[in-house]
């Protein structure tokens, strides 16, 4: 059974930092690429960050600079790390897995987590 959990959202003041954990069961990160996507309130899905199993990371330019992905392939874990936090971020982020990093190509999802700037 494969499945994303994620954890860290919550309510932070702006300029405060969060952390997001997404732990994967039946899906392997080293397979392919795992990334962060979130949903404003009221608006359609946005690509945040993505790395791929060799390492490469990607970032929205709205979140360059300020957040951080990684992966700890051991615990096949995702992590975003945010810092600066503007009331912007406010979404709920899910962590997604697939083939290639492009939001077409995202077939497992987390359940979300609600961040609130």
């Known amino acids: 059974h494969v499945q994303l959990v994620e954890s860290g959202g919550g309510s932070v003041a702006a300029g405060g930092s969060l952390r997001l954990s997404c732990v994967a069961t039946?899906?392997?990160?080293?397979?392919?690429?795992g990334g962060w996507i979130r949903q404003p309130p009221g608006k359609k899905l946005e690509w945040v960050s993505s790395i791929t199993a060799s390492g490469t990371t990607s970032y929205s330019n709205s979140v360059r600079g300020r957040f951080t992905i990684s992966q700890d392939t051991s615990k096949n874990t995702l992590y975003l790390e945010m810092n600066s936090l503007d009331v912007s971020d406010t979404a709920v982020y899910y962590c997604g897995a697939g083939r290639y990093c492009s939001l077409s190509y995202i077939t497992i999802w987390g359940q979300g987590t609600q961040v609130t700037v």
């Open positions: 039946g899906y392997d990160y080293s397979s392919g690429c």
